[in-house]
Structure formats: structure tokens, C-alpha cells
């Protein structure tokens, strides 16, 4: 590295030029190493094993190890959780800032665990899970034991209970029994990058919106992570589909830089207006 800069500080110098740039070299191989940021800028990892690797019926899943993150997921070419992400974890369940103690809570997504994991140490009524992809499930109790504990290797105890199947059917049953809950988290994909809040993503966004919604006590909240807050135009067009929400809702907002994301994040809290 120092060599090439080097050479090319004496070419700048013979040819006069006021500036110039090394491009680092790409490193080819049978791991990937290199994955997008939010607003789909390249960033290259660290990564030196493929640790797993399978395809479920819904995605493709893999668990990369970095020398510097530990012990990656990725689905579909996405990075999604390390061992390094605590943050993220906390920022988005607000830990210090709301109260879990004695609450009902229903998790939609959250197959890495991490989230039941960190939500139990904090004494709950109840804890329901519902995470459509059971092989996310049984990778990440294997190889991230270290954000998740032991809670993937059970499927009910009297804390919690892990229901494997879509969640908005899940949802829409809860909705017809007239189930409510102090917290629903929306664990699922990211907000979309797009110019318009149309697609078949955009609509699943709403979807969990109205259920979720119908889900809540008058006084419950809905947290749920954004994308990198340099994806100003698409954090834009979510928090327009919140203002149309009725009843009307209102939010705030927090911010984590998540280690292996290698930029900042936006978390939201949603309340009844």
C-alpha cells in the first residue's frame, strides 16, 4: 500500500498535479466481501469465512465472519445483525428510556433472536414472537448464540412464545380473538428505496401498520427501525404513510450508528396521536 502511494506521489510531482488517488485494489476469492450501505454506497468488510450458508423457501441465508464484527448474518446479500450490534439492538427497543416490565410485547420478524433475547432481561408479562423463516432461526441459535442466548432453542415457556408462520395471519387472528399488547415491534424488512411509495414492499408496510395499529392498547407503542438516515427521500415517504394513518399516530425518532451497517441508523416510536 505505502508503495503505491509512493509512486504515485512521484508521478503527482513530475506531472505537476495538484491532487490524485490510489484506488484500492478489489479482492477477489470464494467470500464475499463486499456488501451495499443503505443509500447503496460499496462497503468492503473483513470478512475471512463463510461460516453457513443455505436457502430457506422465503431466502437465501448466510453467516459470514468478520476478523473485526464477529459473526455476520446476511439474507439475500444483505448484511443484517452481528455480534458487534448491541446498539441496534438497544437503540431500537429504547432500553432505559421505556418500561417492559409486566408489558405484553409481540415481535414481528426478529428471527436472529436478539431482540426476545434483550427484551426478557427485562422482566415482561409475556413475549410473542412470530418469524415466518424457521432456518433463520435454527442458524442464528447455532452460530450468534452470543446476541440471542438460549432463547431460539425453545419454541414456548411461560415468558415467551415463538410462533413460526406469516405474521400477518398471525396478526389478523390476534385482531379477531381481541388480543392487545403495551408494545408491537416491527422487525421486518427496511424501509424500501424508492421515489414513490409504491410496490409490493410498500404495501406490506401498510399492511403491518394497519394491523399493528389495531394490535396496540390506547396507550401502547409501535417501535420500529428505519434505514441509514442518509436515505433522506425514503425516510420521507414512510413517515408520509405514518401522517395517513387513522386513527392519526405520532413519532420520534432516535439515532445509533450500528457497527456493522458502518453507518448511522433512524429508529421510530409510534404512539396514538
Not at 91 to 101: A, F, K, Q, S
Not at 153 to 179: H, L, N, P, S
Not at 201 to 209: E, L, M
Not at 239 to 264: G, Y
Request: glycine share 6%; hydrophobic share 35%; with cysteine.
Amino acid at each position: 500500500m505505502y508503495t503505491g502511494r509512493r509512486v504515485e506521489n512521484a508521478i503527482a510531482t513530475k506531472l505537476n498535479a495538484l491532487s490524485g488517488q490510489k484506488i484500492p485494489t478489489l479482492k477477489r476469492g470464494d467470500v464475499a466481501r463486499y456488501y451495499p450501505s443503505a443509500d447503496e454506497r460499496i462497503i468492503e468488510y473483513d470478512i475471512d469465512t463463510l461460516v453457513y450458508e443455505a436457502r430457506s423457501p422465503f431466502q437465501k441465508i448466510q453467516i459470514m465472519h468478520s476478523k473485526t464484527l464477529g459473526n455476520m448474518l446476511i439474507l439475500d446479500e444483505l448484511q443484517n445483525i452481528a455480534e458487534s450490534d448491541l446498539i441496534y439492538t438497544e437503540t431500537l427497543m429504547g432500553r432505559g428510556i421505556e418500561n417492559y416490565e409486566g408489558k405484553e410485547i409481540c415481535i414481528l420478524g426478529g428471527g436472529d433472536g436478539a431482540l426476545l433475547y434483550e427484551l426478557l432481561k427485562e422482566n415482561p408479562k409475556h413475549v410473542v414472537m412470530l418469524e415466518i423463516d424457521e432456518l433463520v432461526m435454527q442458524a442464528c441459535n447455532k452460530y450468534l448464540n452470543t446476541i440471542c442466548g438460549d432463547v431460539l432453542e425453545k419454541r414456548k415457556t411461560d415468558q415467551y412464545e415463538i410462533i413460526v408462520g406469516d405474521c400477518v395471519d398471525y396478526m389478523k387472528k390476534f385482531i379477531a380473538e381481541g388480543r392487545k399488547f403495551d408494545y408491537v415491534f416491527g422487525d421486518l424488512t427496511d424501509i424500501p428505496i424508492s421515489d414513490t411509495p409504491i410496490g409490493e414492499c410498500w404495501d406490506f408496510i401498510r399492511t403491518i401498520f394497519e394491523h399493528s395499529f389495531q394490535l396496540l392498547k390506547p396507550d401502547g407503542k409501535y417501535l420500529t427501525h428505519g434505514n441509514g438516515t442518509s436515505c433522506l427521500e425514503s425516510l420521507q415517504l414512510f413517515e408520509d404513510q405514518l401522517r395517513l394513518l387513522k386513527p392519526k399516530v405520532k413519532f420520534t425518532t432516535t439515532k445509533a450508528f450500528v457497527p456493522s451497517f458502518m453507518e448511522e441508523w433512524l429508529f421510530y416510536q409510534v404512539t396514538f396521536a
